[in-house]
């Protein structure tokens, strides 16, 4: 059996529909496994900086620690490229100033060494890297209008784009949907009869403002990055000044529960004064603005559970935002498409070709299980009962939390919550016994009325 067969189908060709960073990087596995490989994108490639296709792309986007490990394996120099092309690397904790739920986390050096880069430098170069590799290809500016199925349904063959007027069918052995939160794959699915899969939303009604700024010469800070987090239910405003390639920072406000952050100059500074600490404005009042104020709304946490439908053709998978989205505040969406192309690269090499379609639906939902919990566990709270009763376990899950960052200041409590944070450790890590049994001790004396737990009171800085 040749390297580009399976026991059940040929692996020809696959086409990829979307070329965001699910699309990319879920090509770059495909190509070692496929002869051929197409990424259809409706935008038409050109050299703007902002491409219509991914607005969010305006506003911060920081690489998670693990999404940092996986492009480091998948793309090799790709972080040294980055960096040279002015990227600033990132000693997180060190030179990360980090408010979560209130407190201060410590400043440690743990060699937590990432970069920061903005999210269409990032896009840019994986691309770049990506038609370095003689069997993938691009077609820009074609967008998906449907898919194609056999005779009778069961199975998807390509799909259909319109370009320049025109309507161009593409055939593939495997079609990928990588259209984002926008895909229009339930629908699709629907004109050959399939059903459409239940969705779970959790809204915290989060809004981002953005704008960007050239860092003052000779800046001098303590800190590299500031993340200002929010606390339900008293402190609904935070934000992230991130810097990024060109001597710039990105600079974003974030409101929860319809506090967004006015996109009007008075509106946005006025908003950046009165956050919890006075870092953001201290570098803003100092910057020179380089764009306009730009906002954005679409936030909620949105999973199409597709692992859950009775049937589902061959042919087909879907992936990144076009399954599960997440609240952007969590910085998840990016290392979580790296995480599925794994869990892709697994199941090819694995198992072969029986396994995409609704199987490989099945194992990416349960890789989707933690960032999920992760971003919706607080989200909860904020959507109130829109989002339903929390449940016994996310009210424990809270006040675990909470337990937890009352120990930050502690350097093992401290790097735990980070790898968790980062995709890097499971939630479980939180829970061993060194850390647990107090925790368990303290919240049962608090049951019981023996005792009270004291917030973190670092507010100010
Ligand atoms: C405001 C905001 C901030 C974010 N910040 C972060 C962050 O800090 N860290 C992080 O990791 N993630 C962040 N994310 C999430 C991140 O942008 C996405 O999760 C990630 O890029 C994966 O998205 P995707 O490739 O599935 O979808 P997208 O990036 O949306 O890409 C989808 C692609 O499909 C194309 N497309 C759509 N429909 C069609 C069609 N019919 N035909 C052809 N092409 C089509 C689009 O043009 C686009 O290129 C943020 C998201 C938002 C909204």
Redesign the pocket.
């Known amino acids: 059996m040749g390297l580009f067969e399976s026991e059940n189908q040929p692996r020809r060709t696959a086409v990829v529909?979307?070329?965001?960073?699910?699309?990319l990087f879920a090509a770059n596995v495909l190509s070692d496994h496929f002869e051929r490989v197409t990424v259809?994108?409706?935008?038409d490639g050109g050299k703007d900086e902002w491409r219509p296709?991914?607005p969010?792309s305006r506003?911060?986007?920081?690489?998670?620690l693990r999404?940092v490990e996986i492009l480091r394996r998948q793309f090799p120099g790709l972080e040294e490229e980055l960096l040279a092309l002015g990227a600033p690397p990132l000693n997180w904790l060190q030179e990360t100033a980090v408010l979560a739920a209130g407190g201060w986390l410590p400043r440690f050096n743990l060699d937590l060494l990432g970069f920061s880069v903005s999210?269409d430098l990032l896009e840019r170069q994986v691309r770049e890297h990506l038609r370095r590799r003689a069997n993938i290809h691009f077609r820009n500016g074609?967008?998906?209008?449907r898919l194609c199925a056999n005779s009778d349904n069961s199975r998807i063959t390509g799909a259909v784009?319109a370009a320049n007027g025109d309507s161009v069918t593409l055939h593939a052995d495997l079609v990928v949907d990588?259209?984002?939160?926008?895909?229009?794959l339930p629908e699709w699915l629907a004109e050959f009869g399939y059903p459409e899969p239940r969705e779970s939303t959790v809204n915290a009604d989060v809004g981002?403002t953005t704008r960007w700024y050239r860092i003052p010469a000779g800046w001098q800070a303590e800190w590299k990055m500031v993340l200002l987090g929010t606390r339900f239910p008293d402190i609904s405003g935070g934000a992230v000044v991130q810097p990024v390639e060109d001597n710039r920072w990105v600079v974003t406000l974030v409101g929860y529960a319809g506090n967004h952050p006015p996109t009007d100059e008075a509106g946005f500074e006025e908003f950046a004064r009165n956050l919890i600490g006075p870092q953001v404005w201290e570098a803003i009042s100092a910057a020179q603005p380089l764009s306009g104020i730009i906002g954005?709304r679409?936030?909620e946490n949105h999973w199409r559970h597709f692992e859950g439908l009775k049937r589902w053709p061959q042919g087909l998978i879907a992936l990144?935002?076009?399954v599960c989205?997440?609240n952007?505040v969590y910085?998840?969406?990016?290392?979580?498409?790296a995480l599925s192309a794994e869990v892709l690269d697994g199941v090819l090499r694995d198992s072969g070709s029986a396994e995409l379609g609704l199987a490989f639906q099945k194992k990416l939902a349960k890789m989707l299980q933690t960032p999920w919990q992760l971003a919706t566990s607080d989200d909860f709270r904020w959507a109130g009962r829109a989002a339903g009763d929390a449940t016994l376990f996310d009210r424990f899950m809270h006040l675990y939390l909470e337990h937890v960052l009352d120990r930050i200041q502690r350097k093992d409590v401290c790097l735990t919550f980070f790898n968790v944070a980062h995709l890097v450790s499971p939630p479980v890590s939180l829970f061993r016994p060194g850390l647990a049994i107090p925790i368990l001790w303290d919240m049962a004396k608090a049951a019981v009325g023996g005792g009270s737990r004291s917030r973190p009171a670092a507010l100010s800085r």
Not at 40 to 43: A, G, L, Q, S, T
Not at 331 to 337: D, L
């Open positions: 529909l979307g070329g965001g960073m699910a699309g259809v994108e409706r935008d296709g991914v969010q506003h911060v986007h920081v690489l998670l999404g999210r074609h967008r998906v209008t784009c990588a259209c984002g939160r926008a895909s229009r981002y954005y679409r936030t990144g935002d076009s989205a997440f952007p910085a998840q969406g990016m290392t979580v498409s």
